[in-house]
């Protein structure tokens, strides 16, 4: 969702509304509450990928970009030499753990 207030640009982005004066600077101010939440959610998904297994939660990690960039299971399934539906379903084994540990 974007929205012009002013000549000003503003969006909604990960529970956020972040304002730019035009379309090319971009500037997310950190809050010491931002920072706190911030630090909670890394802490909890950090516990959270814990449980699984090495295998798993470095397919997850890899997917979804935690560290970096986001590769395809096609990726991740090149560097383990087997195929992305192989990959696809260590990745869903791995939310059925996290879900069930919930």
């Given at each position: 969702m974007r929205v012009i207030v002013e000549?000003?640009?503003?969006?909604?982005a990960a529970g956020d509304f972040i304002v730019r004066e035009?379309?090319?600077?971009?500037?997310?101010k950190q809050t010491p509450f931002s920072e706190i939440?911030?630090?909670?959610?890394?802490s909890k998904?950090?516990?959270d990928?814990?449980?699984l297994p090495n295998r798993e939660r470095d397919v997850v990690?890899?997917?979804l970009g935690f560290y970096g960039e986001r590769e395809s299971f096609a990726q991740i399934a090149k560097s383990y030499d087997v195929s992305k539906q192989r990959a696809g379903?260590?990745?869903?084994?791995?939310?059925k753990l996290l879900?069930?540990?919930?």
């Amino acid at each position: 969702m974007r929205v012009i207030v002013e000549s000003l640009f503003a969006y909604k982005a990960a529970g956020d509304f972040i304002v730019r004066e035009n379309e090319d600077a971009l500037t997310v101010k950190q809050t010491p509450f931002s920072e706190i939440c911030n630090r909670e959610i890394s802490s909890k998904l950090s516990k959270d990928l814990a449980i699984l297994p090495n295998r798993e939660r470095d397919v997850v990690i890899r997917h979804l970009g935690f560290y970096g960039e986001r590769e395809s299971f096609a990726q991740i399934a090149k560097s383990y030499d087997v195929s992305k539906q192989r990959a696809g379903q260590w990745f869903k084994r791995a939310l059925k753990l996290l879900r069930e540990n919930q």
